[in-house]
């Protein structure tokens, strides 16, 4: 009998944002010895789970994705639980408090959550001491995202700093461009912002490869645009961010709190996510795609490898499943020797090939700024 499903029932009677501080503080006593815990739950690698994406090797191709780390507090124990990567963040340059609670509600006849959040966060400076202060036993992204209150150009420019200044410490940088929670942030999903963004920190000739996160509402096309007009300037994409309400993907909710503003996590956007990674890998076979959205069991996960993903985050699926999720999958995947049954094009596995030579910056026009602002995902913050 799995004992998480026993219990979920009392976990879920406690708020979601409540539980979520106490899983975390119960996480942080074993981030500097995670041996103890993964001995507790009996975790263990395997040698054909191991998988290379842009230079960089991972002990199993699952993952945790951004939000549930934010403080860069525990990730050394989600990876004693199975995680081969943590993905930190997202952070801003300073802390933020995000938006006034209640701020995250759980579907359960769904399979999903939605929370508004706000991208609240430590800040770069702080979150750098964490990671400083706690040597990592597990491959971590750093999520950048940026501040409240900023027009188009001063995200960018901001997001920029704080890659230079935190990235000797991510072993990737993934940039979140299509959070639904905070004015203007996907903006960074329009073609004139992204190329601005990607331009700039090609130019920092920083050595981790840098992923793209955009979010479930976009549509193929459009992907396929950003990726063509930005010429190879991003290593690899994460498909996808959450869902933003309104969107069809809320139409065949069924809980209580389905009509609730912010981002839809979670078993629906599966669907939408696995379109997605299949038609982008089609069309661009050499790019790397990190599988977010809805993985909730090992067959999600091998659906979503074999589908053309090198990489796969789980998030909602590990709230509702409990612990021994990552260990689950991994054993799936490793007993059903998927990993070597995928046929990837190598160049996935390469570094990112860095020069000293700076490209020229496009400028985003001051009407393009005005149009893209003025039309950007939602704010929940208190002007």
Not at 343 to 371: M, T
Request: net charge negative.
């Amino acid at each position: 009998m799995d004992w998480y499903k026993a219990v979920r029932p009392l976990i879920f009677k406690v708020d979601p944002e409540v539980d979520h501080h106490l899983v975390a503080n119960g996480l942080k006593m074993f981030n500097s010895c995670p041996q103890v815990l993964q001995k507790m739950f009996l975790t263990k690698k395997r040698a054909n789970l191991q998988v290379t994406v842009k230079g960089v090797t991972f002990d199993s191709p699952i993952g945790i994705a951004a939000g549930f780390d934010k403080k860069a507090e525990f990730y050394n124990s989600l990876g004693a639980l199975g995680a081969g990567f943590v993905e930190i963040g997202s952070i801003t340059k300073h802390n933020q408090p995000g938006n006034k609670k209640k701020r995250i509600f759980r579907l359960p006849e769904d399979k999903a959550i939605i929370n508004r959040m706000g991208l609240n966060n430590l800040g770069v400076e702080e979150t750098r001491e964490h990671l400083a202060n706690s040597p990592k036993h597990v491959k971590i992204g750093i999520s950048v995202a940026p501040g409240h209150g900023l027009s188009s150009s001063e995200m960018v420019d901001e997001m920029v700093d704080d890659i230079k200044e935190i990235h000797s410490f991510a072993d990737y940088i993934a940039l979140n461009q299509s959070c639904p929670n905070q004015k203007g942030v996907t903006t960074l999903q329009e073609v004139p912002v992204a190329k601005n963004l990607l331009q700039k920190i090609h130019n920092l000739h920083i050595k981790e490869p840098v992923f793209c996160k955009f979010g479930n509402d976009i549509t193929v096309d459009k992907m396929i645009e950003i990726i063509q007009e930005t010429e190879g300037l991003m290593d690899g994409i994460i498909l996808t961010n959450t869902a933003s309400n309104p969107s069809s993907t809320y139409n065949d909710l069924k809980s209580a709190d389905k009509n609730e503003g912010g981002g839809l996590s979670g078993k629906p956007i599966f669907a939408k996510s696995l379109e997605l990674t299949t038609a982008i890998h089609k069309a661009f076979p050499n790019l790397p795609i990190m599988f977010s959205g809805g993985i909730f069991t090992p067959e999600d996960a091998q659906e979503a490898l074999q589908a053309g993903a090198s990489l796969v985050q789980v998030y909602t699926g590990f709230i509702y499943n409990g612990p021994t999720l990552l260990e689950q999958i991994n054993k799936h995947l490793s007993e059903e020797d998927v990993l070597a049954n995928l046929d990837y094009s190598p160049e996935i596995a390469l570094a990112p090939v860095r020069d000293e030579q700076d490209v020229v910056v496009s400028d985003i026009e001051p009407e393009e700024k005005v149009e893209l602002d003025a039309n950007s995902g939602a704010s929940f913050h208190e002007e």
